[in-house]
C-alpha cells in the first residue's frame, strides 16, 4: 500500500506545472482521481480556453497568491483543462456553460460543486470551500438566509450565489447591493471591524459614493492589522476610479461639479495618495482650462504621461472628452485615436477601433 502511494507521488510531482503558488499536474482526470484517493484528497479542475479574458485573469492573479496556492494544493490535485480540448468531454458531462469554469470533485469523480466566473483572492477560496462542504449548497444557504440567520458566513455565502445565479449582471448587482446593505446597517460598530465581515469592504463597495468607503478611511487603523493592506487596496482602487471618472469625461464644467472635484481631490492629497493619482488631475484640470483643440494638443505632447490603463481609456472614451460633432473635430480625433492605437493591447484595440469606426462612419 505504501510503495503504491509513493508511485502516485511520484507520478503527480513528474507531471506537475507550477502557476505561481499553485501546482498543476499534467495528467488525466483518471490519474487524478487515483492520486486524490490515494492522497485522501478531492479533485480541482480549472476548465478554461485559449480566447477566454477572465481565465487569463484568474491565472495571472489569483493562481500565483500564495493563500490561494497553500489551500489549493493541500486539499486537491488540481487540474487546468482546456474545455475546447482535452476537456471537452468532461466539461459536456458536468454541462460547463461559461468560463472559467471551476469544479471540485471526490475521489469517485462525482462532482462536488463547480461555479464560474473571476474572483479575487478571498472570494475564490470561500467559493471553492462552498463546494466542498454540502451545508452551503446554494439551497440551503438561501433556506438559511430565508429563515433570518444573518451571520457573517451565510450573508456572504447568499451574496456570492446571487452572482452567480443571474443572467442580468444589474439585477444582481442591485440584489446583491439591497443584501450587503442590510446587513452592514444591521452591524454594531465593533461587529463591522471584525475580519470576518471584511468581504463586505473588500467584494462589495464598488463606488466612490458608497457610505462604506468613508468607513474604512475614517477607521482604518482601527481594523484587524492583517487587513488593512486589503482595505488599502479597496481606498486605492475607488479614488482611482473616481479620478478616471473625471479624466475620461469633461465634467469639470459648471460651479458644483467643480466643487465636487476639489472636494475629492482634497481628501486624496490628505489620505497622501496624490503621486499616484497627480497626472491624471493635471489633464483633467488642462480639460477644464482649454479649448478642445488645445486639450488635444496637450494631451499629444502629454501623452506619454499617462499609465498604460489610462492611455486605454484616453482613446476609447474620446468621443466623451471632446465634443466630435463637427467633421473637423472627428478628422483631428480619428488621426489622434490612429497615432496611438498600436499601442494598446487586443482587447483595448477592440474598443478603440470601435470608437474609431463611429467617428468616421459620418465623414
Not at 468560463?99 to 462532482?111: H, K, M, Q, R, S
Not at 452567480?164 to 440584489?175: G, L, Q, V
Request: hydrophobic fraction near 35%; charged fraction near 30%; include cysteine.
Amino acid at each position: 500500500m505504501i510503495r503504491k502511494i509513493v508511485l502516485n507521488v511520484f507520478m503527480l510531482l513528474s507531471a506537475l506545472t507550477v502557476h505561481g503558488q499553485t501546482l498543476f499536474g499534467e495528467i488525466s482526470f483518471d490519474e487524478a482521481l487515483k492520486i486524490a484517493k490515494a492522497e485522501n484528497k478531492k479533485v480541482f479542475v480549472d476548465f478554461y480556453t485559449q480566447w477566454c479574458g477572465p481565465c487569463k485573469k484568474l491565472s495571472k492573479e489569483i493562481f500565483p497568491s500564495k493563500a490561494v496556492g497553500d489551500y489549493l494544493n493541500s486539499n486537491f490535485i488540481c487540474l487546468k483543462l482546456d474545455a475546447e480540448k482535452e476537456g471537452v468531454g468532461l466539461a459536456e458531462r458536468i454541462k460547463v456553460e461559461a468560463y472559467p469554469t471551476i469544479a471540485v470533485f471526490n475521489c469517485d469523480g462525482e462532482l462536488a460543486g463547480m461555479f464560474s466566473g473571476y474572483r479575487g483572492e478571498d472570494e475564490f477560496i470561500a467559493a471553492v470551500e462552498n463546494c466542498c462542504n454540502p451545508d452551503m449548497h446554494p439551497d440551503r444557504v438561501a433556506a438559511r438566509y430565508k429563515s433570518g440567520i444573518r451571520d457573517a458566513k451565510t450573508v456572504k455565502s447568499y451574496a456570492m450565489n446571487i452572482m452567480d445565479s443571474y443572467d442580468d449582471y444589474d439585477s444582481a448587482i442591485k440584489e446583491v447591493s439591497t443584501v450587503i446593505d442590510e446587513y452592514f446597517n444591521s452591524l454594531p460598530y465593533e461587529e463591522r471591524l471584525k475580519s470576518e465581515n471584511l468581504f463586505v469592504f473588500t467584494n462589495y463597495t464598488w463606488a466612490y459614493s458608497n457610505p462604506r468607503l468613508p468607513f474604512i478611511v475614517e477607521n482604518l487603523n482601527k481594523f484587524n492589522p492583517d487587513d488593512r493592506a486589503k482595505l488599502g487596496d479597496v481606498i486605492d482602487r475607488l479614488y482611482y476610479e473616481e479620478a478616471m471618472r473625471y479624466f475620461s469625461s469633461n465634467l469639470l464644467n459648471n460651479d458644483d461639479s467643480i466643487a465636487e472635484y476639489r472636494k475629492f481631490k482634497s481628501k486624496v492629497e490628505s489620505f497622501g495618495k496624490m503621486k499616484k493619482l497627480e497626472p491624471i488631475f493635471e489633464f483633467c484640470e488642462m480639460r477644464k482650462n482649454m479649448t478642445d483643440e488645445e486639450y488635444l494638443s496637450f494631451c499629444d505632447v502629454n501623452f506619454s504621461k499617462l499609465g498604460e490603463i489610462e492611455q486605454a481609456r484616453f482613446l476609447t472614451e474620446i468621443n466623451t472628452i471632446f465634443s466630435a460633432d463637427m467633421e473637423q473635430q472627428e478628422k483631428r480625433l480619428s488621426s489622434f485615436i490612429r497615432k496611438y492605437i498600436g499601442t494598446l493591447d487586443s482587447r483595448d484595440m477592440y474598443f478603440a477601433v470601435r470608437t474609431l469606426i463611429e467617428l468616421e462612419k459620418s465623414h
